[in-house]
Nanobody, 125 residues
Framework: QVQLVESGGGLVQAGGSLRLSCAAS????????VGWFRQAPGKEREFVSA????????YYSDSVKGRFTISKGNVHNTLYLQMNSLTPEDTAVYYC??????????????????WGQGTQVTVSS
């Protein structure tokens, strides 16, 4: 069974950038959708971005479109999220997840069955 480990979180000032990584072990991302979700204190987990590994189709939430870029690593077990122009509203725990959601559910956390432990991103004003 695939296991996911996120890294790259940290503290950054508003306007800064971070790059998150998600590494899979036990399997690759081929055949899966791989997504980034985030959860801020007191809020529900929300979709950030996803990629359908086969074909490379990418999806973004409106709140991050134009600022964040999801990308595949050179091997089929690494995923990145480049986050630019960060704002305090981006502060959250960021989770990587894999699954085989149908296209209409690709932004829904219920479509993803495997999750990482999360990495904290804090943006100061």
């Amino acid at each position: 069974q695939v296991q996911l480990v996120e890294s790259g979180g940290g503290l950054v000032q508003a306007g800064g950038s971070l790059r998150l990584s998600c590494a899979a072990s036990g399997d690759t991302f081929r055949g899966y959708a791989v997504g980034w979700f985030r959860q801020a204190p007191g809020k529900e987990r929300e979709f950030v971005s996803a990629v359908r590994w086969s074909g490379g189709y990418t999806y973004y939430s409106d709140s991050v479109k134009g600022r964040f870029t999801i990308s595949k690593g050179n091997v089929h077990n690494t995923l990145y999220l480049q986050m630019n122009s960060l704002t305090p509203e981006d502060t959250a725990v960021y989770y990587c997840a894999t699954g085989r959601p149908i296209l209409s559910e690709i932004r829904n956390a219920r479509g993803y069955g495997t999750w990482g432990q999360g990495t904290q991103v804090t943006v100061s004003s």
